[in-house]
């Protein structure tokens, strides 16, 4: 048997739980130990790598995309060089042509400055000869007809420029010889005028007035003597009285002596003294009215120069109170039975009455020889009025009268004079006429009243007549008396009448006009023949070449030139265009950018609710005459109204959304529809909306950007009305066809009924309209079309006649003019009612790389995506309340509906309402209901029924009484002079506003009532 070796397996060792814990430890420390450096070095490197890769990359992305846009522009720039130095070879053709043109004519400033006025006006043509040129698919025909184009352009332009020198010329010739020959002419016949109707009636009234002052100083002295001699008398009677009086008592006192009492001859003595005292009492009384008489005469004497009066009144008045105290003092020693004093008193008052008289005489020759010149003062004062108002007066009423009535007809037959001249030069130019005009008037307005001097001419015959320029001056006192104030107000009033009659007159005048404006020039027109010059030379040229009887330039000279032209414009271009890359591409970030927020709008607040517009229901009103009814005996109507009398609506708000949208306008309800004629008169109470430009291509330089440009969009319930006033870009027609229409001339109209924004076109409701102004190309009779969106993808081109829609189109000065009308059978899912909102953008085609769009832009391919379009609502129509005199089958043919003035109590109150969304159902006669409310309380509902179907048009009567006793059922119960208020609830307005209150306020008519047995 064979030896084994038997190896055992060792034995299980007995596991250290404290060892096991630590290993564990260890590795669980060892893990996170790991994992924080990780987190705090590896993970930040990692994200850094990341991150900086995405940088790097999209850095590469960054700076290829710069590289692609720097190449492209670069590209751009070589084919503008190329297209300039084409544009400078046919520069250098065309000024060879224009030197032959002008000639000699004009100096060599003139003519550069002439030339670039010139290159100016052909940008156009000469651009368009230049793309041909560099267009390998471009005929020989169509270069032809550009160089044509381009010969009469420059032709044209020059005639143009020409006829804009020779009309300054002619305007600033025919401004000065106004200027130098008519306004001096004008001013002189004016001037004579004046002194004629004016200055010499003004000469006769001062001279009249001179009279009356010389007359009135006489009758004045003459006065002022009668009071003296009075004064006179009574003191002349004082001084018989106080003799007498001093005579008696000295007769007393002698018969006293003779007595042999003393006593008794006292007593006698005081007796008889005492009986004088009433003789000295009454001399007392008559120098009190020689005072009275003197102190008169002062008060007449106040009206003369120098001291006329103090001469009358202080020495006489003095005296004669002097002379009345010794009269006083007299009689009072008299009644006391003094002799001896009486008798001394009244020898003084003797003497004082004496002087008295003196005094008067001495007054009475100083009133008579003192500074009393009445002419003077009378030119003195008239002098001073003409100084002060009449020359202002003069002056202000002929510069209003002459601008006012002369101005107006001067300028007129100023403009037919000019308009003549221009004739003469074969120029026709309103807007020139009317500046002309104006400056005239200007310069006439400013110069005649200047020239003419009124105030000169209206007082220098006054002043000569009467010599007012060496009048004396009157003192102050003597102006400002109430004699000088007379005489001023006389030659005032009467200037004045003067002034407002006659000026106002001889202004209105137009007898001499003629006369007036001879010297007008008449223009170049001479007898015999008409001397030819460059204008007449290049306007003869201008119209033989667009008759086709003068061609430019030899045939064989103008084939070898535009050969070569063709050769260096194609070498050119193959130059330029080498590996060049010009797309269009769709701008996605854009759009997405732009289309953002319009997908978590509210769609059913951007759809609208359809407005429930309810009519009345009820018979309709119909008033009668109430025979039996008390009716005034006599009106009192208010005046006529001025203007249009109509219901005002309360105030209101329009319509805003409260939806996302890019762009919001309200459609206008057209209560009449418009005549598609091309014609926009009918347009314009409609608000445009404004359309921005955008570039289909930037390649073609030199077009005309007009922004904004215009549509305005209205509708009525068979469809929808567009209107468009166009500026084009190059303002030159371009026919396309079908395939290719957005390349022409035209509109894109982009519709979205059920306003549902799709982001992509698809829809049974989304719609793609155009329309060409002038139809298409090869068939004019296909006047737009529809572009149809395939369920497999792509478009059906569909062309339309008017069968489809209509439209209608003028050509413009700058561009050309469209209206359009899409009738509900052209549009699908048409839920055309008042408070619908639906999708809309439109697109103006140029004929170029420039289009205009209101909402979107080329980079958003617009036709492909209604979420980039607009939102319009349509809106209800402004209704119109009117009480008219009579309803409308009441009026003749083309008679308007005329205001009734009051409401007439037991006639019937007549109400019209024009409102056309309130034509319910065209089919038949809807109503509407208006509230008629009177001051005191009564309240009437009155139904109003449609004149005839679809017409929009509503009326009803209300039957009126007097409220004399108890109200009357379905009558307004009226007080004279009660107010009558007339409310209309307008259910939609064309702001979008809601129920709306329209109020037409009338009074009744003012009289007297007349009641039976009353």
């Not at 002194?195 to 009758?219: V, W, Y």
Request: with cysteine.
């Amino acid at each position: 048997m064979s030896e084994a070796v038997l190896e055992l397996a060792p034995l299980p060792r007995k596991r250290n739980p404290v060892v096991s814990d630590k290993l564990r430890l260890f590795i669980i420390v060892s893990l996170l130990l790991h994992f924080g450096v990780a987190v705090i070095y590896g993970l930040p490197a990692y994200m850094a790598k990341v991150v900086q890769e995405e940088l790097e990359e999209e850095h590469k992305e960054l700076e290829k995309l710069r590289e692609e846009v720097a190449e492209k522009k670069a590209e751009e720039v070589k084919k503008e060089i190329a297209k300039e130095e084409v544009k400078k070879d046919i520069e250098e053709q065309l000024k060879e042509d224009f030197e032959q043109i002008v000639q000699d004519e004009k100096t060599e400033e003139q003519k550069m400055e002439l030339w670039d006025m010139v290159l100016q006006g052909v940008t156009a043509e000469l651009e368009q000869y230049a793309n041909d040129l560099m267009d390998s698919s471009a005929t020989s025909e169509d270069l032809a007809a550009d160089r044509s184009a381009l010969n009469q352009a420059m032709v044209d332009e020059l005639l143009n420029q020409l006829k804009n020198m020779k009309k300054e010329e002619l305007k600033q010739g025919f401004i000065a010889a106004v200027e130098e020959k008519v306004a001096g002419k004008v001013a002189d016949h004016f001037k004579t005028q004046i002194e004629r109707r004016i200055g010499t009636p003004l000469q006769r009234e001062g001279a009249k007035i001179a009279r009356d002052e010389q007359t009135f100083t006489q009758r004045q002295k003459a006065a002022i003597n009668q009071q003296l001699d009075a004064a006179k008398k009574q003191a002349a009677a004082a001084e018989k009285d106080l003799a007498a009086t001093k005579a008696k008592i000295e007769q007393s006192e002698a018969a006293a002596a003779k007595e042999k009492d003393p006593k008794a001859a006292e007593a006698k003595t005081a007796q008889n003294t005492k009986a004088q005292a009433p003789v000295a009492d009454r001399a007392g009384k008559e120098l009190e009215q020689a005072q009275k008489h003197v102190d008169e005469a002062g008060k007449l004497a106040q009206v003369f120069a120098g001291d006329v009066d103090k001469k009358v009144t202080e020495p006489t008045g003095q005296a004669a109170k002097e002379a009345q105290e010794k009269a006083e003092k007299a009689e009072s020693a008299a009644a006391e039975g003094k002799a001896t004093e009486a008798k001394q008193q009244a020898d003084e008052g003797q003497k004082k009455a004496q002087d008295l008289a003196k005094a008067i005489d001495e007054a009475k020759a100083a009133a008579n020889s003192g500074e009393i010149d009445p002419e003077k003062l009378a030119k003195a004062m008239m002098k001073d009025v003409t100084d002060k108002q009449v020359k202002g007066m003069l002056d202000k009423s002929f510069e209003e009268n002459f601008k006012e009535n002369t101005l107006p007809r001067l300028g007129e037959k100023v403009e037919e004079a000019f308009k003549k001249a221009l004739d003469s030069a074969n120029i026709e130019d309103q807007k020139l006429v009317e500046e002309v005009g104006q400056e005239v008037r200007k310069m006439l307005g400013d110069k005649v009243p200047e020239k003419a001097d009124a105030a000169k001419a209206g007082t220098e015959s006054l002043e000569k007549g009467e010599k007012l320029a060496e009048a004396s001056e009157a003192t102050d006192a003597q102006k400002s008396s109430q004699r000088g104030k007379e005489v001023a107000s006389k030659l005032s009033n009467a200037a004045k009448d003067l002034t407002d009659k006659e000026i106002s007159a001889m202004t209105k005048d137009g007898k001499g006009d003629a006369s007036l404006l001879s010297d007008l020039p008449a223009g170049d027109e001479q007898e015999g023949e008409k001397k030819e010059d460059l204008l007449s030379r290049v306007e003869n040229l201008s119209k033989n070449m667009k008759d086709g009887r003068m061609a430019f330039m030899d045939a064989a000279g103008a084939s070898e030139k535009q050969a070569q032209l063709r050769q260096k414009a194609l070498d050119r271009r193959n130059e330029a265009t080498r590996n060049m890359r010009s797309k269009l591409l769709f701008n996605k970030e854009m759009y997405e950018q732009f289309t953002a927020e319009i997908h978590d709008r509210d769609r059913g607040a951007a759809r609208g609710e359809a407005w429930e517009l309810k009519g009345a229901e009820g018979e309709t009103a119909a008033g009668r005459d109430d025979e039996t009814a008390a009716m005034a005996t006599v009106l009192v109507m208010p005046p006529e109204p001025e203007g249009e009398v109509k219901g005002e609506a309360a105030e209101n708000k329009p319509y805003e959304p409260e939806f996302k949208t890019k762009k919001f306008t309200i459609a206008r309800y057209m209560q009449e529809k418009p005549v598609i004629d091309g014609k926009l008169e009918e347009w314009k109470d409609v608000e445009a909306m404004k359309l921005h430009h955008s570039w289909a291509d930037k390649s073609r330089p030199g077009l005309k950007i007009a922004e904004p440009q215009c549509v305005k969009f209205a509708w009525d319930n068979g469809g929808l009305y567009l209107c468009y006033d166009i500026v084009d870009a190059d303002n030159d027609i371009k026919y396309v066809e079908t395939h290719r229409f957005w390349e022409g001339d035209g509109v894109e109209i982009y519709l979205d009924t059920l306003n549902t924004k799709d982001r992509k076109r698809g829809s049974d409701w989304t719609q793609q309209f155009w329309a060409w102004p002038f139809g298409e190309a090869a068939n004019p009779g296909h006047i737009g079309g529809e572009v149809v969106s395939q369920k497999g993808g792509g478009h059906n081109y569909l062309p339309c006649g008017p069968g489809k829609f209509q439209r209608a189109a003028q050509k413009t000065k700058d561009g050309w003019s469209m209206e359009i009308y899409l009738p509900k059978d052209a549009i699908r899912k048409p839920d055309l009612r008042a408070g619908r909102i639906i999708g809309f953008d439109t697109c103006v085609m140029t004929g170029s790389p420039l289009d205009y769009f209101w909402c979107g832009s080329n980079e958003l391919r617009p036709s492909e995506h209604p979420d980039s379009w607009g939102d319009v609502l349509l809106s209800g129509s402004d209704g119109k309340l009117e009480s008219p005199e009579q309803f409308k089958a009441e009026r003749k043919d083309g008679e308007t509906a005329k205001p009734a003035r009051a409401v007439v109590v037991g006639k019937p109150l007549k109400i019209s309402v024009a409102d056309a969304d309130m034509n319910l159902d065209p089919k038949k006669k809807d109503k509407v209901s208006v509230t008629v409310k009177s001051a005191m309380g009564d309240n009437e509902l009155v139904v109003l029924e449609e004149t005839e179907a679809g017409s929009g048009l509503f009326e009803g009567a209300l039957a009126t009484a007097f409220a004399l006793g108890e109200p009357t059922p379905e009558v307004l119960n009226l007080y004279e002079g009660e107010t009558v208020t007339l409310v209309y609830t307008d259910q939609g307005r064309a702001n979008g506003a809601r129920d709306v209150e329209v109020k037409l306020e009338l009074v009744s008519a003012l009289g007297a009532v007349e009641v039976s047995g009353q």
